[in-house]
Structure formats: structure tokens, C-alpha cells
């Protein structure tokens, strides 16, 4: 526990010598003789410790300058690549809710329907729409409106982590839900628990309880569109299907739908 304590500090540490009392209970470090512990920084935030062992006594002898000057080049990239992967994400999320932004989405659609056909795996996606959306930014704000969004956005990224799925915001109040491997009949289910949960859901503005309803269109390779990569093009279709004969309700994506002018 005294070992322990030392690698927990965030200051250096060096110890040329260690009695008979083992470096740490683990097997493969039992045989350390002697050791440093190099606290990292990042503008005065210790990130962690760098710990450099020997199987030899006595074998650090340097300065502790030489030490510090190692582990502040260690923390610097250590900072750069936290910086990379967080400019990565910034680069692939969508900003207001964050799920992954359109771009994003498109690519990794393609490749969905890429690894579908070339394996036979059924591929299905759901296309939302909070329905009468212009209506409730011009009664509640534009403020309230992001709100829905971000609920809407929070709810599909349940469901993609519970189903190991994929949720994007396609655009404005749209929002995509794509389920590799899952056949019509199970993303049929999915989609309508996301509804049920968005339905149930009751917001209160200024006093008032204000219900969200949403629009939704499923399609499904192979079972209802021949080609993968049409998928997204059918559940949109079939979203506006869904719009356009009384909202509030899913539409599974057919022929019939997509053959109209």
C-alpha cells in the first residue's frame, strides 16, 4: 500500500533501492529493484504518471531535471493526442445533440450497405420526423424547439447503444437509425418503442404540458428494398408517406410507395 501511494503522488519520486517488500503484489513486478515515478501535467492538471522500473538497484542516477524534462515531452504528446481525438469527434458529432452529424452518418451508411450486400446480412433504417416542428419553434422558441431535438437525439442514441445500432441527425428535426443485422419485424419493434418513448414523454413549458409526437419510415434489405444502398432513400419516402396520411405514425417502406410520382 505504501508502493501504491508513491505511484498515486504527483510529484517525482525516485527510489534507487527497494527492501524486501515486492515493487507491487503482480507477479511481473516483483523482481523490480529500483524506480521513478514522472508525474505528467497538462497547464498545471496532473493527467497521470509515467513509472520507469529496474530489475537492478541503483540504476537511476540522473538529475531530476533530466526526468522532468522527459515527462513534460511525454506530456505534451499525450496532450496533442487528446486534442486530435477530440477535434476528431467535434469533426463527426453533430454540434446541438451530440450524436453523429450527417456527414458522418453517410459515410458509415455506406459502408453498412456495402458490408450487407457483399455478405447477405439483413440491413434495416428508420427515418424520424418530429412532427409539426415550425409549429412548436413559433409558439415555444427556438430554444424549446433545440430542446426537442436534443430529447429526440437522446432517445435514438439509447436505442442505438441498447441495440447495438447507429443514430445520425440527418437535418434539422430528421434524425436516421440504422440497425445492421436486424430484420424488418425486430427494427419494426425498435422503431416503435423509440415512438412510444417520445410519446410518453411530457414536457412542461411555462405551466403547460406539451406533447412530441413524431413521423417515422422504416426500410429493410433484402426484405422490402433489393439494393442496400437505396435503403435510406425508401425510409425517407416512407417517413413522408407517414407525414403526408396523418402523421404521428410508422410507414414500412413498399414498392407502392416508392413508384409514386
Request: proline residues 2%; glycine residues 8%; hydrophobic residues 35%.
Amino acid at each position: 500500500k505504501a508502493i501504491e501511494k508513491v505511484l498515486r503522488k504527483d510529484k517525482f519520486t525516485m527510489r534507487r533501492r527497494i527492501g524486501k517488500r515486492p515493487f507491487y503484489d503482480e507477479k511481473m513486478f516483483r523482481h523490480i529493484k529500483s524506480f521513478v515515478v514522472m508525474p505528467l501535467f497538462h497547464h498545471k492538471t496532473h493527467m497521470g504518471n509515467v513509472i520507469i522500473g529496474s530489475i537492478d538497484k541503483n540504476a537511476f542516477r540522473g538529475e531530476q531535471t533530466f526526468y522532468e524534462t522527459i515527462a513534460g515531452q511525454i506530456s505534451m504528446g499525450v496532450t496533442n493526442a487528446n486534442l486530435y481525438q477530440r477535434m476528431k469527434e467535434m469533426a463527426i458529432r453533430d454540434g446541438l445533440t451530440g450524436i453523429y452529424n450527417r456527414r458522418h452518418l453517410t459515410i458509415e451508411m455506406n459502408r453498412y450497405a456495402k458490408e450487407a450486400k457483399q455478405c447477405g446480412k439483413p440491413l434495416s433504417l428508420a427515418l424520424f420526423d418530429i412532427d409539426h416542428f415550425k409549429r412548436i419553434n413559433d409558439t415555444y422558441g427556438h430554444l424549446f424547439g433545440d430542446d426537442m431535438i436534443r430529447f429526440v437525439a437522446k432517445v435514438l442514441n439509447q436505442m442505438a447503444k441498447e441495440y447495438d445500432g447507429f443514430a445520425g441527425r440527418y437535418g434539422g428535426e430528421e434524425f436516421v437509425l440504422i440497425l445492421a443485422g436486424k430484420k424488418m419485424e425486430e427494427a419494426y419493434g425498435i422503431t416503435e418503442k423509440a415512438c412510444d418513448i417520445i410519446r410518453s414523454e411530457r414536457i412542461l413549458f411555462e405551466g403547460k404540458t406539451v406533447s412530441l409526437r413524431v413521423s417515422a419510415g422504416i426500410s429493410c434489405y433484402p426484405e422490402t428494398c433489393d439494393n442496400p444502398h437505396d435503403i435510406l432513400r425508401r425510409a425517407d419516402e416512407a417517413m413522408y408517406y407517414s407525414k403526408q396520411h396523418g402523421r404521428n405514425r410508422i410507414t414500412i417502406d413498399n414498392d407502392s410507395i416508392a413508384n409514386q410520382p
